[in-house]
């Protein structure tokens, strides 16, 4: 099945089951490996990319529901690695291991769209399902602050 989607502000149409999550499509098909395959199941986060501007669980996406939408990797929030949560990333040295972190940063990333000065209750909340195996989550809290922090100053 022919699809036509945005990726990271290009336009692209891939051939593929129309079955195949939106994951493998990102990752096999146009090799975007930013994004993280982690339980398959929608549970832990990992592969967290913006559709239509919301944060969505990549790994259980048809690629059949994609046309004509956009979508954001990791790899699309800033090509320079400016974004506030990559720096604030970057600053306070929050991933342990790294793995689930290109899930985290896409998930507070839709946070901070929607809430740019979240308390600690919120930031629990919207990253309620993110799993981090190295439990970096007081990092991660922190590093979020810090994003809001950036992005207020920038503005």
């Given amino acids: 099945m022919k699809v036509t989607f945005s990726v990271n502000g290009t336009s692209r149409t891939v051939d593929v089951p129309s079955d195949m999550p939106l994951l ?47 979508v954001t990797t990791i790899e699309g929030l800033d090509a320079q690695a400016s974004h506030p949560l990559q720096v604030a ?12 972190q290109a899930g985290q940063i896409m998930q507070a990333a839709d946070l901070l769209a929607k809430n740019p000065k979240p308390t600690d209750e919120d930031i629990d909340s919207a990253m309620y399902g993110n ?24 503005e």
């Fill in 24 to 70: 493998w499509v990102l990752r096999d098909v146009l090799d975007l490996k930013g994004t993280k395959y982690g339980c398959g199941q929608s549970f832990c986060g990992a592969c967290t990319v913006h559709v239509n501007g919301e944060a969505v669980r990549s790994c259980q996406l048809p690629a059949s529901t994609m046309n004509g939408r956009k």
């Fill in 89 to 100: 990333w970057q600053e306070l040295d929050v991933p342990q291991c790294g793995y689930c």
């Fill in 131 to 154: 799993l981090c195996r190295c439990t970096t989550y007081l990092r991660i809290r922190a590093g979020i602050h810090r994003a809001a922090a950036i992005a207020a100053n920038n």
